[in-house]
């Protein structure tokens, strides 16, 4: 999967916790989000990665899922712009190419 940039979020996409020295930022495996180490203490065997450590969302999906498209539970829509840089990179990982 696409990676998210660490620069890209201070916190957590799926609890919202800010990212600070002791709260570190995690990637997931599966979908490449921003995580925190409390919604990423899963271990999932993926292909041609080994076990590998995963977002509480990915983990309860089939390990050839690597797209995440959070819920809007998962994701403020209140600030768009935030909201639409996650999209960015999840359209990048599901279909390989940038948008313009």
């Known amino acids: ?3 998210v940039p660490d620069s890209e979020s201070k916190d957590c996409i799926l609890c919202k916790m800010r990212f600070t020295f002791t709260n570190r930022r995690h990637h997931c495996r599966q979908c490449g989000s921003l995580v925190c180490q409390a ?3 899963q271990k999932k065997t993926l292909q041609g990665q080994g ?3 995963v977002c ?3 983990f309860k999906r089939p390990a ?3 797209v995440h498209l959070p819920s ?3 994701v403020d829509t209140s600030d768009s712009d935030e909201s639409d840089q996650y999209i960015l990179y999840e359209l990048e990982a599901k279909f ?3 948008p313009e």
């Open 72 to 74: 809007t539970a998962e």
């Open 96 to 98: 390989d190419f940038t």
């Open 51 to 53: 076990k590998v450590r």
């Open 56 to 58: 509480t969302s990915c």
């Open 39 to 41: 919604c990423s203490n």
């Open 64 to 66: 050839d899922d690597t």
């Open 1 to 3: 999967p696409v990676w």
